[in-house]
């Protein structure tokens, strides 16, 4: 067996594509590569000759595991995920406090052999980022006569980190 030099780990796209954001909990589609030294998708990382691949939350600046802090799930990608050098599974990160600021977080992988995103030799890190935000659906009053249909305002907020709910006009993803 010849392991993979290292990971390319890539959030293909946010949850909200339009917004560039994903909602603490919702799926957002990750890819993970297996490459050689030269950068080449290694082809035979698959069946076999795959490992089980463990991944890891980091802050964009990579201080820290779990920034918000909250919780990545799976935290493992099997071997039979791995088809030709590439897995596509879906993880979500869920905040561990509904009331938290919005965070970059950067997706690492590391197999069995100690194989990482994480490259030191040429250190070149390809590291996917996933803009999570903690957000609520919030649906006001409306008072009126029950012979009538009444107007609801339904309105997509987000945890904006300065103490208060904003709204997010950068939601157009979630209907109503």
């Given at each position: 067996?010849?392991?993979?030099?290292?990971?390319?780990?890539?959030?293909?796209?946010?949850?909200?594509?339009?917004?560039?954001?994903?909602?603490?909990?919702?799926?957002?589609?990750?890819?993970?590569?297996?490459?050689?030294?030269?950068?080449?998708?290694?082809?035979?990382?698959?069946?076999?000759?795959?490992?089980?691949?463990?991944?890891?939350?980091?802050?964009?600046?990579?201080?820290?595991?779990?920034?918000?802090?909250?919780?990545?799930?799976?935290?493992?990608?099997?071997?039979?995920?791995?088809?030709?050098?590439?897995?596509?599974?879906?993880?979500?990160?869920?905040?561990?406090?509904?009331q938290t600021a919005p965070a970059s977080v950067r997706i690492r992988a590391t197999d069995?052999?100690?194989?990482?995103?994480?490259?030191?030799?040429?250190?070149?890190?390809?590291?996917?980022?996933?803009?999570?935000?903690?957000?609520?659906a919030r649906l006001s009053n409306a008072y009126g006569s029950a012979l009538l249909d009444?107007?609801?305002?339904?309105?997509?907020?987000?945890?904006?980190?300065?103490?208060?709910?904003?709204?997010?006009?950068?939601?157009?993803?979630?209907?109503?």
């Open positions: 067996r010849f392991p993979p030099d290292h990971f390319d780990t890539a959030v293909t796209t946010q949850a909200c594509a339009a917004g560039n954001f994903t909602y603490s909990g919702q799926p957002f589609p990750l890819t993970i590569t297996a490459k050689n030294f030269a950068g080449a998708t290694t082809q035979n990382y698959t069946g076999n000759y795959a490992k089980s691949v463990n991944l890891i939350a980091r802050d964009a600046g990579d201080t820290t595991n779990n920034p918000g802090p909250g919780v990545l799930a799976p935290l493992a990608v099997p071997p039979a995920s791995f088809a030709t050098g590439v897995a596509n599974p879906t993880p979500t990160y869920t905040f561990t406090v509904q069995a052999d100690s194989v990482s995103s994480l490259r030191v030799l040429p250190a070149v890190t390809v590291e996917g980022l996933a803009f999570i935000r903690s957000g609520r009444l107007p609801m305002v339904f309105r997509t907020e987000y945890w904006n980190g300065a103490g208060g709910w904003a709204l997010n006009i950068q939601d157009s993803c979630t209907g109503n």
